[in-house]
Structures are given as structure tokens and as C-alpha cells.
């Protein structure tokens, strides 16, 4: 197990009578993308806030690489970089004069900070327009500008909130290659968002935020188990006697559930499983007697699991 | 962090810097000060919002400084300080220079510091900027700062502006004694347009519209401009009536107005203004026989006597600044960052 570079315990914060985080335990390690999923108003954006020691937690600990952000922020903030939801910048100054400004303010002095204003820039895409105003800027080239930012300061974590909100799938699909290429040089990423498939793509563990809360945690397949019951779901198209295949498929070990696509003979049979079982499920309709048509495998995605998990919520909450 | 490394090892190096920690804010809270100060001020002086005041205030100096300099061809005075007279004299129809400083400098004023703080919210910086390793109170000074060194500069400017057109239109030098005056009344109206700055950046803090926060600044100086003497008078009237006619309720209730009206920035300005430029002034209230003792009617101070009559000005100038930018700093502190 590697170190934990974000940690909370206990962490609480309330607006009057509202609480926005309540007693929150989050725990990120060295060099993973963490995803923090939930709806909106679910403690996300606080969480974050806090800390980076933007605001005040009203109880609990927190340590970012072993720094407590209400009481040295700097130490914090040298660290960490952070990509605001829906980020802005000068709309009446160039892309490299903002990011002078950020370098500025991080005390880089300045062959240094063009140096790496040139390669940041480079990199997410924005050499040609180094010299135009931001004001010209699309949505999807602020958003890589905002990384360029984080680049400069050269950050062992990396904060995003709501990235991919508002790009379109080309800017976005790009937007997630960056994340990867980030999380190869071993940078910490927490990343929030609702964007289910995007997230899932990119992180190697989730926390599903809920009323301030993390109410599950894990990786994509870990969750899939706890909520659907199974992580993985194979499905397959055969001919034959059904009842046979589906006693014969229902009794392989890992099979959580079987049950069928369609509603006339013909259709696919879907089984959820804990583990990947399409060598075993291709035996077994062969032994059973039964023409393996086609195979597949699917991981399940996490809108079905974000889907599925908050209907569970809603009802028991009707009750 | 020395003291406790003499101490004896029986506190873990952790817990002893965790409590260091606990005890107090890390780092100055002025880092990153110059950073912000550089780029607002350069924002400031490439805008055309300072292109548009530094025209007008062009035109004021021009304009009042030539009416002035014909007014004192023409009188032919043996004046001292004829120098100071350019900034002083009013021909009709305009009103004197320092008049229209009067109301020229908290327009500059507001117009640098309205959208100081709000701006920032409405372009989505804030976050991004506090994200980085500075604390609120240099983003804060920062922008006050830079607001004040470029009314500063804009001032100064004009300010070597009159005094060349003085040099040539009148062809005698200043005296150093018109210099010192002249300069000490620069200083003074820079910390009277730092009110309005301050005052400004109050309501940017307040108000997230922009538009909102100039109205509010340009509401408040109308008040203390135009209403404040009214309202002043009225209140010396009611709560010192003169009933008899005495003296000593002629003196009361004079008193009080000056004080009540000291309470308007305008009027410390304008009174530090008359002290300086016009060295005669001994006095802005009521003038006692008792007082004139020994004086030689419109003789001038020695500048050391005027500084000792506005001193009390100037303070309070400086107070009142002080005062409302505590006010923005506490309200900014509390702020919440989210958009």
C-alpha cells in the first residue's frame, strides 16, 4: 500500500443549519486518479475547497502530503494544483500573461517561468495562440489553458473540478488523454464530476458522494459488485434447450444472476458474474448440448451502478 | 523553530511542528503582494476606463492652470507665492484647480477600485488566484495598492505638468517653499482619493454586481458632497438652537457644524488644501479677537505652522482610509470563494 497524500478525518462543514460535508473520511493515495462522483450538491466542490484551505472546515482533520490546510495553506497551495470548475482567466490579457501572473505568484522567477509557460503551452495544445487574448478563447482551450496553469506550478497533487463539464466528446476525449499522460508522471489527481463514463475511463478508484458522505468506495468493478451484485456481465446467444443452458449456466461458480435480453426465445442471455467467465460459459453451453452463437464480456458502467445505487436510496428513503 | 531544537528530544519532531503550526499563520501574509500590485497596476494604466480620466483630467489641469495664469497676469500682485495661486485661482466660469480636484479625484477613485474584488468573482480568477500559494490579504492590499500608486502617478503626473506650465507661462522659478507646499498638498490629495479607494473596494467586496458597487461609492460622495453641509447645518441648528443670540451660543453652534462637517472627507480636503496653498490661513473655524493677539493680518505662516494646522487633517484622511479598508479586509476574509 502506498502513502495517503489526501486525508480527511472527520471532516465537517456546515452553512447554518445546512450541512454541506458531514464527518467525511477521505483517504487518496500517491499516484492515483481518485473520483469524486456524486450530484450536484453533494459536498463535492466543498470538499475540495477545503482542502485546498479555501474554506474553513467547520470540524475534522485534514492532512494534504502531511500539511493541515487551515493553518498552512501555503505549504498547501505550493503543492497542490487546482482547476476550478468552469475556470477563468483575464479575459484582456494573453494566455502568457496570465500564466506569468500564476508563475508570479509562485515565486518562479522569470527565465524560468517563460521556460515553462513555452513547454506547458506546448503541450496542452496552445503554442499558436500564446499571444492572443483569452477573451477569443473557446471553452475546450480555456479548459487546456487551466492545465497549462497547473503544469507551470508543477504540482504533486492535481485537483479538477468538474473538468470535462461543458466540452464537447473531441475536446473532452483530449481532456482525458491529458489526465492519463498526467497520472504517468506519477501526479496524484482527484478529479470530481458527473460525467459517469468519462470518470470511469480515467479513475482507479471512485467515492460516491452523497449528502456530504461517501457512501461507497472503491474501484468501478468493486462497486458494480456491492451495488449489482455482479462486477462483470457475460453475455451470449445460444441454440438450444434453454432450460438446459440455463441450469447449466446458472450453476458455474461466480454467477450472480442470469436473466434474459428480449422478450421472445431468441434473445441473449445476460449473466452477471463476480469474475470473467467466458471460457467457462462457453463449456458449459457445449456440455449442455447448446450452439454457442456469439460471446461477450462487458464491465458494467458506472451510470448503471450510480443509477441503480440512488433508486435503492430513494425507495428505502420512501419507506 | 530554534527555541524548540535547544529544547530537550522529548517531543517527537512532529508534534512540536504541529504545534508551532497551530499557533500561528505560516509564512507573510504579504507573499505574492508585488505579483498582484505589478499586474492590477499595468490593468489599471492600459485600460481605457484610466485612458478616458487622464483625458479629463488633462483637460481640467490645462484649462484651469491657463484661466488662472491670465487672472494673475492681469492683477499684476506682488504675491510670495504666486506659484501656488495656479492651483488656487478661479476665473469664470471654471472653478479653481483644487476645486475640481475635489471632485475629479474620487471619481478616479472609484473608477480604479469598483470592480476590484467582484471583478474577479465574475471572471471565475478568484478561486484560481487564491489557489496559489498567497493568503487573501495580499490579493486584498494588493489591489489597493496598485489603485493608489496609480492615482499616485496620474496625480504626480499633473501635478510636474502645472508646475511646467507654470515655470513657462509665468517665467519665474518656484520658490522652495511653494515646492515643499505644493508637494505636501500632492501627498494630501492622494490619501483623500485612497478613501474613496478604499470606500470603493468596500462595495466591490459587498456587492457582486459592479455596477452595483459604483453606484453605491458615487451615492455616497453625491451624499457627502452636496447633502452632507445641508444636513450638518440643520442638525447644529436643532440640537444647538440659538434661542438668546449670545455669543457663546453663536460659538457653540458654530463649533458643532465644523465638527459635524469635519465628518465629510470633502471638507478635511478642502480645509488641508486651503492650509497649504494659502499660507495666510491661520484658522478654518471662528476667529476670537483674543486669538489675533499679536498677529499681523495676512501675513503667511511659516510652512512649519501650516503642516501644525492641517496635521489633524491629514490624519484623519489617513484614519478614515485606514479604517475602511479594515472593513473590506474583514468582509473579504469572510467571503466565501465559491462562484
Known amino acids: 500500500m502506498s502513502e495517503l497524500v489526501i486525508e480527511t478525518h472527520q471532516l465537517t462543514k456546515r452553512y447554518g443549519n445546512f450541512t454541506a460535508v458531514d464527518s467525511l473520511n477521505l483517504a487518496v493515495r500517491k499516484g492515483e486518479v481518485y473520483g469524486m462522483l456524486g450530484p450536484n450538491g453533494s459536498g463535492k466542490t466543498t470538499t475540495i475547497l477545503m482542502l485546498l484551505g479555501l474554506t474553513e472546515p467547520t470540524a475534522g482533520r485534514i492532512r494534504v502530503l502531511g500539511f493541515d490546510p487551515v493553518r498552512q495553506p501555503l505549504s498547501v497551495k505550493a503543492r497542490v494544483g487546482y482547476l476550478p470548475d468552469a475556470v477563468g482567466f483575464y479575459d484582456n490579457l494573453t494566455a502568457t500573461e496570465n500564466l506569468i501572473y500564476i508563475a508570479k505568484l509562485n515565486g518562479i522567477n522569470r527565465t524560468e517561468a517563460y521556460h515553462r509557460i513555452d513547454e506547458a503551452l506546448e503541450r496542452v495544445g496552445l503554442s499558436h495562440v500564446a499571444n492572443h487574448k483569452v477573451s477569443t478563447f473557446s471553452r475546450g482551450m480555456r479548459q487546456r489553458l487551466g492545465v497549462a496553469e497547473l503544469l507551470i506550478k508543477q504540482p504533486e497533487i492535481i485537483i479538477m473540478d468538474e473538468p470535462t463539464l461543458g466540452l464537447d466528446p473531441e475536446a473532452a476525449r483530449q481532456f482525458l488523454q491529458m489526465i492519463r499522460e498526467l497520472k504517468e508522471e506519477h501526479i496524484t489527481i482527484l478529479l470530481s464530476s458527473h460525467l459517469l463514463h468519462q470518470v470511469q475511463e480515467v479513475c482507479d478508484r471512485v467515492g460516491l458522494f452523497h449528502k456530504g458522505r461517501i457512501v461507497l468506495e472503491g474501484t468501478v468493478n468493486e462497486l458494480a459488485q456491492r451495488v449489482l451484485g455482479g462486477a462483470y456481465r457475460v453475455k451470449l446467444q445460444a441454440e438450444g434447450d434453454k432450460q438446459k443452458l440455463a441450469e447449466a449456466l446458472q450453476t458455474l461458480p461466480g454467477v450472480v444472476n442470469l436473466h434474459y435480453n428480449g422478450t421472445n426465445g431468441s434473445g441473449e442471455i445476460i449473466l452477471e458474474t463476480t469474475q470473467d467467465l467466458r471460457p467457462e460459459a462457453a463449456r458449459a453451453v457445449v456440455e449442455a448440448g447448446g450452439r454457442l452463437q456469439t460471446l461477450s464480456v462487458e464491465n458494467p458502467s458506472l451510470d448503471e451502478i450510480y443509477a441503480q445505487y440512488f433508486e435503492e436510496v430513494d425507495h428505502g428513503a420512501a419507506n | ?339
Request: glycine share 8%; proline share 5%; charged share 10%.
Open chain 2, 1 to 339: 523553530m530554534a527555541q524548540q531544537i535547544k529544547q530537550p528530544t522529548t517531543i517527537q519532531p512532529a508534534q512540536s511542528r504541529q504545534q508551532v503550526a497551530h499557533r500561528t499563520r505560516e509564512g507573510s501574509p504579504w507573499t505574492g503582494l508585488w505579483a498582484v500590485v505589478a499586474k492590477d497596476m499595468a490593468d489599471h494604466l492600459t485600460s481605457a476606463r484610466m485612458r478616458i480620466l487622464e483625458f479629463l483630467i488633462l483637460l481640467t489641469a490645462g484649462g484651469t492652470v491657463i484661466a488662472a495664469m491670465q487672472n494673475i497676469r492681469s492683477t499684476v500682485a506682488q504675491d510670495r507665492f504666486v506659484f501656488l495661486r495656479l492651483f488656487t485661482t478661479a476665473q469664470e466660469p471654471l472653478p479653481a484647480f483644487v476645486g475640481f480636484l475635489g471632485f475629479l479625484v474620487p471619481l478616479i477613485a472609484i473608477a480604479l477600485a469598483f470592480d476590484a474584488v467582484n471583478g474577479e468573482f465574475n471572471q471565475r480568477t478568484m478561486s484560481r488566484v487564491l489557489a496559489q500559494p498567497i493568503y487573501r490579504d495580499a490579493l486584498l492590499l494588493g489591489k489597493f495598492l496598485a489603485g493608489l500608486f496609480t492615482l499616485a502617478l496620474v496625480l504626480t503626473a499633473i501635478w510636474l505638468l502645472i508646475m511646467g506650465m507654470g515655470i513657462l507661462g509665468l517665467g519665474v522659478p518656484p520658490t522652495g517653499e511653494e515646492v515643499a507646499r505644493s508637494l505636501l498638498f500632492l501627498v494630501v490629495t492622494i490619501f483623500y482619493g485612497g478613501i474613496w479607494l478604499a470606500l470603493a473596494l468596500v462595495f466591490s467586496t459587498v456587492f457582486r454586481q459592479p455596477a452595483t458597487a459604483a453606484l453605491a461609492s458615487i451615492a455616497v460622495w453625491l451624499f457627502f458632497t452636496i447633502f452632507w453641509g445641508i444636513i450638518a447645518r440643520l442638525l447644529a441648528q436643532a440640537i444647538r438652537p440659538i434661542e438668546v443670540g449670545t455669543v457663546q451660543e453663536v460659538i457653540s453652534q458654530t463649533t458643532l457644524l465644523q465638527i459635524l462637517n469635519r465628518i465629510s472627507p470633502n471638507t478635511l480636503y478642502v480645509e488641508a488644501t486651503v492650509g497649504l496653498l494659502l499660507p495666510a490661513t491661520r484658522s478654518f473655524g471662528l476667529v476670537l479677537p483674543s486669538q489675533l493677539q499679536g498677529a499681523i493680518l495676512g501675513a503667511p505662516l511659516p510652512l512649519g505652522e501650516s503642516v501644525a494646522l492641517i496635521w489633524p487633517h491629514l490624519t484623519g484622511l489617513v484614519a478614515v482610509t485606514i479604517l475602511l479598508f479594515a472593513l473590506a479586509y474583514v468582509l473579504f476574509q469572510r467571503q466565501e470563494i465559491r462562484a
